[in-house]
């Protein structure tokens, strides 16, 4: 099933790359803002398991999401400048801005027993903005300067779609950002093309059929087209 245009998705293969999929469109998708609302943002920040389970999350509000909204701006600049237009293409100052971000400290992680006695990973204390912001640009960092991950990185194929993704798939044949998404809108395009081409020969069959002259001369010949009329000129017996 086709994901919807609110969806959140987590397909990217990298936490950056999720977080940049929440703000750019694709087809059908309308402006492709998926992280409208403080609580667009906490359903994203435990589904992109940026923090644990269970992390309090009250303190979002419409100062998080602005920050976020400008991160995602800005690793959309960067990723793109560098493995899409290539090497040395992003800006000084965009390459500056991530690096400050991804200086701040991140939170602290704990290990804990859960429930069944296993141990769960939490966080020493409810996160501030500026540590969620850190670990999704330190992310950013280490895709950009690994050279064998960088290389997996794609853009969909998909009409319109500017999505990007790591492509880990066998034989490196991972062609669109989602199979359900712009995947699946291939394959239906596909069969309307394929419908309509067949549409187009029975019509076209049809015009021919219906051509002045076509049935009488169709009615004056046998079998392998020869010429069934009566001649002009009777022989003689």
Known sequence: MAAASHDLRFD?????????ATGVGRPGDGPGERLGTPERLRAWLLGARVVPPGTPL????????????????????????????GPEHAAEADLAQVNALAAEPPPAPRAVRGAD?????TVAGPPDCAALVSLVAR???????DPAVRGLLRQCEGESCTLLYLDTSRG??????????????ERVARHRRRVMNGEG????AREGAREPGATAEASATG???ADVRPSPHPVKP
């Open 12 to 20: 990217s293969g990298r936490l950056c790359l999720d977080l940049v």
């Open 58 to 85: 009250e303190a979002v509000d419409a100062g998080w999401l602005g920050r976020f909204h400008a991160l995602r701006h800005l690793l959309h600049r960067v990723v793109r400048a560098e493995a899409v237009d």
């Open 117 to 121: 006695g296993g141990l769960v990973r």
């Open 139 to 145: 992310d950013a960092v280490e895709l950009l300067t």
């Open 172 to 185: 490196r044949r991972r062609r669109w950002c989602s199979s359900e998404v712009c995947g699946n809108r």
């Open 201 to 204: 020969a029975q019509e076209g």
């Open 223 to 225: 079998p392998g087209g």
